[in-house]
């Protein structure tokens, strides 16, 4: 079955905690991204990546780190997390201009 | 930058009714629109993806239109059931693929 996978799915932590979302898809897409959703504000795009090793800044990109070693593979790091990156966060994926599969999303709170 | 507007915010139907959701956009150099679809607490689910090169697409009680000149596009719901009940979103891309705006959202309620 076609999927992003996210995890967690739920995590609550405290301010300066490192932590590490993983996210991967089983499609061979090239494009996979992270998007954070806020009431009031809707889904903004965090970073993106077009291949291995290719990664670029989306809208909202202060406070996070990504990395793309494999092609199935996005993790989202917050090395420092703040109570501002309180979110629900979502990966996707797709093929070059194709249609966008997204995950499950990871329901983040930062105390 | 993209700014995407979806009017209504909120709309509430009775089963059966046809209805329309209104999306519009700033910049019409887009290589293509996806509808989206999104239960409460979940993921989104693409519903439609229009070409820039088209004029609409369609997938059963589902037809979505897009005029990139006016910065417009609408999702047409045919006969809608309760189980349509969601929030819809509209995405324009103006990167190819790699940019995605989004608007808000426009949270369906259908009642039996």
């Known amino acids: 079955e076609a999927q992003v996978t996210q995890n967690p799915r739920y995590l609550i932590t405290v301010t300066g905690k490192k932590l590490t979302v993983t996210c991967s898809q089983n499609m061979n897409h090239e494009y996979m991204s992270w998007y954070r959703q806020d009431p009031g504000l809707g889904l903004r795009q965090i970073y993106y990546s077009m291949n291995v090793e290719v990664t670029d800044k989306g809208d909202v990109p202060e406070g996070y780190k990504v990395s793309r070693k494999e092609k199935r593979n996005f993790p989202l790091i917050l090395e420092s997390p703040s109570p501002n990156q309180t979110s629900l966060y979502f990966c996707a994926s797709s093929q070059y201009t194709g249609e966008l599969f997204f995950g499950e999303g990871s329901r983040l709170t930062v105390l | 930058k993209q700014e995407v507007t979806q009017i209504p915010a909120a709309l509430s139907v009775p089963e059966g009714e046809n209805l329309v959701l209104n999306c519009s956009f700033t910049?019409?150099?887009?290589?293509?629109l996806q509808w989206f679809r999104q239960d409460p607490g979940k993921g989104l689910t693409s519903l439609l993806l229009i070409q820039s090169s088209q004029r609409e697409q369609t997938s059963g009680r589902l037809n979505a239109s897009l005029d990139k000149s006016s910065g417009r596009s609408t999702l047409y719901i045919a006969a809608s059931q309760p189980g349509d009940s969601a929030t819809y979103l509209c995405a324009p891309d103006s990167n190819s693929g790699y940019a995605l705006n989004f608007g808000k959202g426009t949270s369906l309620l259908v009642t039996p």
């Open positions: 910049d019409s150099a887009i290589y293509n």
